[in-house]
């Protein structure tokens, strides 16, 4: 994916770090009513404007671990 396309699908980066221009991070938060706020990192990274890669510490879905389960 572009950087174009990237930011069509999560919006503009939380950080702008104008060190490393190719690495973008997204900070999530959600708040429980009665409960602790959940936050979770997204860092998105990129090599010659392309999507390279992606960390973060959030927890895969369902479908990707039954996938994952699957195909090992």
Do not use: C
């Not at 690495?23 to 959940?38: F, L, N, P, T």
């Not at 895969?60 to 039954?66: K, S």
Request: charged residues 30%; without cysteine; glycine residues 6%.
């Amino acid at each position: 994916m572009t950087k174009s396309q990237v930011r069509f699908v999560l919006g503009n980066a939380v950080i702008d770090d104008s060190l490393d221009v190719d690495r973008w991070d997204y900070i999530y938060s959600v708040s429980i009513a009665g409960g602790d706020e959940i936050k979770t990192k997204l860092s998105v990274h990129f090599i010659d404007e392309r999507l390279s890669y992606f960390v973060g510490d959030f927890i895969p879905t369902e479908e990707y671990q039954a996938y994952r389960d699957a195909n090992i």
